[in-house]
C-alpha cells in the first residue's frame, strides 16, 4: 500500500543516519473515504497528487514558521499491519518505517500545486541544501 509521509529536512537527515524513522501519521488513499467525493473524472492519480499535497502542506506546517518553508513527503510502500486508519486519508503509524520502504520524495517549493520528484538515491545529494 501506498503511503505519504510529511517530514521536515531535519527528520530526513536523522532517517537517512538511522536507517528507519518513527513518525505518528501518514497519508494514503483510502477507497473508502474517497468514495465520498470521488467523480467520473477523478482517477487514481489525481487521487493520489491530493494526498500527497495535503502532506506536503503538513510538512510545512510542522517546520519553523518561515515563509520559504518547503513541503517535504516521502512515498512509502506500507504494510497494512504498519497502520491504523484514522481519520479520512490520514492513518496512524504502528511501527518503524525503514529507507527501503522508501519510493521517492514528492518536494513542494511553493504555493503553486506542483510537486518535483526525487529517486530515493538522490537525496542525500539534495539534502545538505535542503537543510540550509
Do not use: C
Amino acid at each position: 500500500m501506498r503511503a505519504y509521509l510529511p517530514i521536515t529536512p531535519q527528520g530526513l537527515q536523522e532517517f537517512l543516519n538511522g536507517g528507519s524513522f518513527r513518525a505518528a501519521q501518514a497519508f494514503i488513499v483510502d477507497p473508502m473515504f474517497s468514495a465520498e467525493g470521488v467523480t467520473a473524472s477523478d482517477d487514481q492519480e489525481e487521487l493520489e497528487f491530493e494526498v500527497s499535497w495535503d502532506a506536503a502542506v503538513r510538512s510545512r506546517e510542522m517546520q519553523p514558521a518561515d515563509p520559504k518553508a518547503k513541503g517535504f513527503v516521502l512515498a512509502l510502500d506500507i504494510e497494512e499491519g504498519q497502520i491504523s486508519h484514522a481519520q479520512g486519508n490520514e492513518v496512524t503509524l504502528l511501527s518503524e518505517i525503514s529507507w527501503p520502504q522508501v519510493q521517492s520524495l514528492l518536494l513542494s517549493e511553493s504555493e503553486e500545486l506542483e510537486l518535483s520528484w526525487f529517486a530515493p538515491q538522490e537525496i542525500p545529494t539534495y539534502l545538505p541544501q535542503w537543510l540550509a
